[in-house]
């Protein structure tokens, strides 16, 4: 495709269980991000990747949250042990420079958990 | 740490007439990047305009371009000629020249009115 898709576009999942959320960037692209956006906000970043190095991890709200990127192309964004705060739109995007400017998003996956 | 705010958190324009979506920012670096994006309710975040702090001249996009004060530290988005599919969450982002994680503001939610 010609843009960044991610998968599923809508997850339930039950306090306490694992998801996994899926980007696909732009092929070619070389950097890679993940954001989240509570309801009513901006998103906030939660992680970089740089090809498969992933760079910066500072926005993870804890420990629960892991992303991986192994082949420098498909990112997934888990999520352990899920809780309610957990509940909210996760943005990728990527872009062919290094870092944000360039960037392209996809239509986000929106979590809720009950 | 860099933050971003937008003071109107609503905005309602006639359509034809202008707009102008504020956003101010606190950051201590000299070079910088801002930017305005738009998402519809398909929640895809689509850049609208860039701006580069090291550049004087105001960017600018068909009928949207920027007010940019930098020692104000000021950056408001200017619509002209409203069309009904401008009707959309706007954000104002942040992004300092090496660094990796995009800071994002509340966001504005335009209304156009036929």
């Known amino acids: 495709g010609a843009g960044v898709s991610q998968s599923p576009r809508y997850k339930v999942a039950k306090r306490g269980q694992d998801v996994a959320l899926r980007c696909d960037p732009i092929s070619g692209h070389v950097s890679l991000f993940w954001y989240q956006q509570a309801l009513g906000q901006g998103p906030e970043f939660l992680t970089y990747?740089?090809?498969?190095?992933?760079?910066?991890k500072s926005g993870l709200p804890s420990d629960r949250f892991f992303a991986e990127r192994p082949e420098g192309s498909v990112s997934t964004l888990k999520i352990q042990r899920t809780q309610q705060e957990d509940s909210a739109v996760y943005l990728c995007?990527?872009?062919?420079?290094?870092?944000?400017?360039?960037?392209?998003f996809g239509q986000g996956t929106r979590l809720t958990v009950v | 740490a860099q933050t971003v705010t937008q003071s109107q958190p609503e905005m309602s324009v006639q359509e034809a007439e202008t707009v102008t979506l504020s956003c101010t920012y606190d950051?201590?670096?000299?070079?910088?990047?801002l930017f305005w994006y738009k998402q519809p309710p398909s929640r895809q975040m689509i850049l609208v305009i860039r701006?580069?702090?090291?550049?004087?001249q105001n960017a600018t996009e068909n009928r949207f371009s920027v007010n940019f004060q930098k020692a104000a530290k000021s950056f408001s988005l200017k619509i002209s000629d409203s069309q009904l599919g401008d009707a959309a969450m706007y954000f104002c982002a942040y992004n300092g020249y090496n660094n990796n994680d995009m800071r994002f503001g509340a966001g504005t939610r335009l209304t156009v009115k036929p």
């Open positions: 701006q580069e702090a090291y550049k004087q």
């Open positions: 990747f740089q090809n498969e190095a992933q760079l910066d």
């Open positions: 995007a990527s872009s062919p420079r290094y870092g944000p400017t360039e960037a392209f």
């Open positions: 950051t201590s670096e000299s070079d910088y990047y």
